[in-house]
C-alpha cells in the first residue's frame, strides 16, 4: 500500500498519517497513482513526431538549381526575397521565383526590401523596408506573405515588436542551436543548423535514425544557394536531401505551415477534466494522448 509520510511536531517523530490526508487530496493521489493523469504532446500531421524546413535568402539564380534539387526529394523550403533587388544581375524575378515556389509548394517571404541593417535604422525606417518588400511580392503575386528572415540575421526587441504590429509571423535569426526543439519566440526564430555546419552529417542521421518519445522535434535548415557555388559544394545539400526526403515519419513543410499548424495547436481547448477536446481552427490537428495518436477536425469537439 502506497502512503505519504508527513513530519509531525517538534520532536521530530516520523509517522504514517495516510488517513490524516483530505478524502479529495488522496483521492487525487491514488488516481495519479494508477496512471489517470495524462500526458499530451503535439504531433505533427498522420501523428508524425518530426518535421523537417529548409530557409534559403537572397532569391539568387542558383534557387532554381536548389529548388530543383528540393523538389526532388519532396523536401520543403521557404525563400526570403528582397523585392527592390529582383530580377537584377544574378537574382531572380519575383515572378520566376514565384512560379518555382508554386510548383514545389514552397513559401516566398519578406527579407528587407534593400537588405539593410534593420535593427540600426530608425525604427519607422526599418518597418518601412520590410512593409515595401511585403507589398511589392504580395502585390506580384497576389499572396498574403506573413514570414521573414531578417536581413544579416540581425535584429532588436524593438524591431520584432514592429514586425509583430504590421503582420509578420515570424522572422527567422542566423542563430543555430543544433537541436531540433519547437520555436518559442516566432519573431526570434532560430534554426538548427546552417548547411555548412560540420554537425549537419551527424545531426541528419540523429533526426533520420532516432525518434522523439516527448516533445515533437523540428529540423531547421537554412543557408544560401549561391553558397554552393562559392564553396563548390553541392554534393552538401545533394546528400542531405536525398538522405532524408521520402521518409514516412517526417512532415515536409514550410516555415508558414509549421507556424501555423502550431499555432492552432495551441489554440485546442481543453475540458477541464481533460476528457474533451475542441479544436477552433481550420486545421486538422494531432496530438498524442498517453502514446495513443488522437486528431481532431477543424470544428469538431472530441472526447479523448
Not at 495516510?18 to 493521489?29: E, S, V
Not at 539593410?116 to 511589392?136: G, M, N, S, Y
Not at 504590421?166 to 542551436?177: D, E, K, L, M, P
Not at 502514446?291 to 469538431?300: D, H, L, R, T
Amino acid at each position: 500500500m502506497w502512503s505519504i509520510v508527513l513530519k509531525l511536531g517538534d520532536a521530530g517523530s516520523w509517522c504514517d498519517i495516510k488517513i490524516l490526508i483530505l478524502p479529495r487530496l488522496y483521492a487525487i493521489i491514488q488516481k495519479n497513482k494508477r496512471g489517470v493523469f495524462m500526458n499530451i504532446f503535439l504531433r505533427f500531421p498522420e501523428g508524425r513526431a518530426k518535421a523537417l524546413t529548409l530557409s534559403y535568402d537572397d532569391g539568387v539564380k542558383q534557387d532554381e538549381r536548389f529548388i530543383g534539387i528540393l523538389d526532388k526529394h519532396g523536401l520543403k523550403g521557404t525563400f526570403n526575397i528582397n523585392s527592390a533587388y529582383a530580377g537584377c544581375e544574378g537574382r531572380l524575378s519575383v515572378e520566376k521565383m514565384n512560379s518555382l515556389l508554386e510548383a514545389g509548394g514552397h513559401e516566398l517571404a519578406v527579407h528587407g526590401a534593400t537588405h539593410p541593417f534593420l535593427e540600426q535604422l530608425p525604427l519607422a525606417l526599418a518597418i518601412d523596408d520590410v512593409l515595401t518588400d511585403r507589398k511589392k511580392l504580395e502585390e506580384e503575386t497576389g499572396k498574403i506573405i506573413r514570414g521573414m528572415a531578417y536581413p544579416y540575421g540581425t535584429f532588436s526587441d524593438d524591431l520584432a515588436s514592429g514586425l509583430r504590429a504590421i503582420g509578420i509571423a515570424y522572422s527567422r535569426t542566423v542563430i543555430s542551436t543544433g537541436n531540433f526543439r519547437l520555436p518559442t519566440d516566432w519573431l526570434k526564430l532560430a534554426a538548427t543548423c546552417h548547411h555548412n555546419d560540420k554537425r549537419l552529417p551527424e545531426l541528419t542521421q540523429h533526426f533520420i535514425n532516432d525518434s522523439p518519445n516527448r516533445a515533437p522535434w523540428l529540423f531547421y535548415l537554412w543557408g544560401h544557394s549561391y553558397e554552393f557555388d562559392n564553396n563548390n559544394n553541392w554534393n552538401v545539400i545533394e546528400d542531405f536531401a536525398e538522405k532524408i526526403g521520402g521518409k514516412e515519419d517526417i512532415w515536409y513543410a514550410t516555415n508558414i505551415e509549421i507556424y501555423d499548424y502550431i499555432t492552432a495547436y495551441n489554440r485546442l481547448q481543453f475540458s477541464a477534466s481533460g476528457s474533451r477536446v475542441h479544436n477552433p481552427s481550420a486545421i486538422k490537428i494531432w496530438f498524442e494522448k498517453n502514446g495513443k495518436a488522437v486528431s481532431v477536425n477543424p470544428g469538431e469537439t472530441v472526447k479523448i
